[in-house]
């Protein structure tokens, strides 16, 4: 039984890091079959381990999407409730631009009344709820924005760009209007003085 657990965890971890490697190249259209051929074993073994493409993406992603977790957590003691669920939002988009196949994995999540327990957009939200709650507390984000709002924006921005030339620094460049606006209302002109040297 021993040498059969340790089997199975070899086997685990050889393909997880054949499906890294095919996820960064291919993202999440990465082929399971592939995973199987290169890392060595069945496609029954790898859907024993990853039942489905969602199981394997999140696996994948495991460690950014903790890094994730663990930044909305420090941003949540910072003095600027608006800076902060913007610097957070905006390094979740650098990493989803980063990521090949992430943007791809948030997107497979809508808003359910009964989310998966252990996904990777149920342990982001989580995560980062407090910030926007926070925010929308101090008003400093328009009234009724959700979680799933933000999620939908940030996966956009890392999905339009993918085939950017410089997708990183156009995903700044959207993020930024994204936050400033379109086309921002301008701020209105004094009143001028009235000039003293017409009147009677």
Do not use: K
């Not at 399971?32 to 394997?56: D, K, N």
């Not at 994948?60 to 999407?65: G, H, K, M, P, S």
């Not at 610097?87 to 990521?99: P, Q």
């Not at 799933?148 to 921005?157: E, S």
Request: glycine content about 4%; proline content about 8%.
């Amino acid at each position: 039984m021993t040498g059969q657990r340790s089997d199975a965890r070899r086997n685990y971890s050889r393909i997880l890091a054949v499906a890294e490697a095919e996820v960064a190249r291919h993202g999440a259209a990465a082929s399971l079959e592939q995973v199987a051929r290169t890392a060595g074993v069945g496609s029954a073994t790898v859907r024993r381990h990853f039942p489905t493409r969602q199981a394997l993406l999140e696996a994948v992603f495991q460690e950014r999407i903790q890094a994730l977790c663990e930044r909305a957590d420090q941003l949540s003691r910072a003095e600027d409730g608006r800076a902060a669920l913007l610097e957070w939002l905006h390094d979740l988009v650098r990493y989803a631009v980063s990521a090949r196949g992430l943007a791809d994995a948030l997107t497979y999540e809508p808003p359910t009344d009964d989310p998966a327990p252990h996904s990777c957009g149920t342990a982001i939200e989580d995560a980062a709820t407090p910030l926007l709650r926070r925010a929308l507390r101090d008003e400093v984000v328009r009234p009724g924005v959700t979680f799933h709002d933000l999620i939908t924006l940030a996966v956009g921005i890392a999905l339009a760009t993918e085939h950017h030339a410089e997708p990183a620094i156009q995903a700044d460049r959207l993020f930024t209007l994204t936050v400033e606006g379109l086309s921002p209302s301008p701020s209105p002109s004094p009143s001028p003085s009235p000039d003293r040297s017409l009147s009677p």
